[in-house]
């Protein structure tokens, strides 16, 4: 059978316990919430397993004793105790692992240190509970928004500008004439007279000759 073994690890640092605490255990609670409800009574809401708590209760000997000491790869419990402490300064989570059935394998975070140095009068040894509190990564998603382009506005078409000729009038022209050259037809003069009433004036018969017309085309 294999003996049962509580390794604390930092990174490539490891420190095994030399004597094992009496027992693996630890408190594993679940988050709950009463709400009295009118009409109902009492009601519950059922939320989450919390983080679960471990408490490590044995001592660090002076010396190897075969009688309780697990393995010889110790330091001084001097040297535990400062090592202990540097981890928790370092304000990082750890790794707790006890192999055997009832295994662990969590990330922690050192909560309390608690030393009681040569206690019954045990000279070097260092008694203390170590508590410690499992540690969940925690992975913020971020979402990307994409806002769709407003299509473009549709440009209106532009009217078709009307196209026009200028005209100079000549000697013997008269509205008629100069329609029946552009239209081929004498009765559209009033377009010529419609587009030219600044230039003519009031009566269309009378053009004289260097007058310039816009002839609508």
Request: aromatic share 12%; glycine share 6%.
């Amino acid at each position: 059978m294999m003996a049962v073994e509580f390794w604390l690890i930092n990174g490539k640092e490891k420190l095994r316990l030399p004597v094992n605490p009496p027992s693996n255990s630890y408190t594993s609670s679940f988050d709950y919430d009463e709400t009295t409800v009118a009409g109902l009574g009492e009601i519950t809401r059922i939320g989450y397993r919390k983080q679960r708590d471990f408490s490590i209760e044995t001592f660090w000997p002076a010396s190897y004793n075969p009688v309780y000491c697990n393995y010889r790869g110790f330091i001084s419990p001097a040297s535990f105790v400062k090592k202990i402490e540097s981890w928790r300064d370092e304000r990082e989570p750890i790794r707790f692992v006890v192999t055997g059935a009832g295994g662990v394998n969590v990330k922690v975070t050192i909560r309390d240190f608690e030393v009681n140095a040569e206690k019954f009068g045990s000279p070097g040894d260092i008694y203390f509970t170590l508590n410690l509190k499992e540690y969940r990564d925690v992975t913020i998603k971020t979402a990307t928004v994409t806002t769709k382009k407003k299509p473009a506005a549709k440009k209106r078409p532009s009217k078709p500008k009307k196209k026009s000729k200028t005209y100079t009038v000549k000697k013997g022209d008269c509205l008629w004439k100069i329609a029946k050259r552009y239209y081929g037809k004498g009765s559209d003069w009033r377009k010529i007279y419609n587009a030219n009433k600044k230039v003519i004036g009031k009566n269309p018969n009378l053009i004289y000759p260097g007058q310039k017309l816009v002839i609508p085309l």
